[in-house]
């Protein structure tokens, strides 16, 4: 029985599964403890690449489930939140990937669908 409940209760929380957000400064931290890369995302509101990045590409489970095993994520809105200065953007979309050592090692400007985010975020994990 208590195989099950864990069972069904492990099967509902991946059925809501979300990539979760933090601040840069603690995913640089995290990510140098559990030897992971940090994806920024810089964003505006009313930026139609960046709802369909948000909306569809970020919440689909195949691109979660490929983040969740080797990144941590950061969302920053460039018109409210503070950029680090080493993060530069030509516009919205822009992802910053930056590995445990504090290195920015890849970058994609604009949105993806589903299939290439996939391929980038593979990518960016065997550098």
Not at 1 to 27: G, N, P, Q, R
Not at 37 to 53: E, N, Q, T, Y
Not at 87 to 111: M, S, V
Request: a negative charge; proline letters at 2%; charged letters at 30%.
């Amino acid at each position: 029985m208590k195989k099950t409940i864990l069972l069904v209760t492990l099967l509902v929380s991946s059925l809501f599964a979300e990539i979760e957000w933090m601040e840069y400064s603690d995913a640089v931290i995290k990510a140098k403890k559990e030897n992971k890369i940090v994806m920024v995302m810089l964003s505006k509101k009313g930026c139609g690449a960046c709802d369909f990045m948000e909306n569809i590409v970020l919440e689909d489970e195949k691109v979660i489930s490929e983040f969740t095993n080797g990144f941590i994520g950061v969302h920053i809105d460039i018109h409210k939140d503070s950029i680090p200065s080493d993060l530069d953007y030509f516009g919205t979309p822009t992802f910053h990937f930056i590995n445990a050592n504090g290195e920015k090692i890849d970058r994609i400007d604009g949105g993806k669908k589903v299939e290439s985010f996939i391929k980038k975020l593979k990518e960016v994990k065997a550098h």
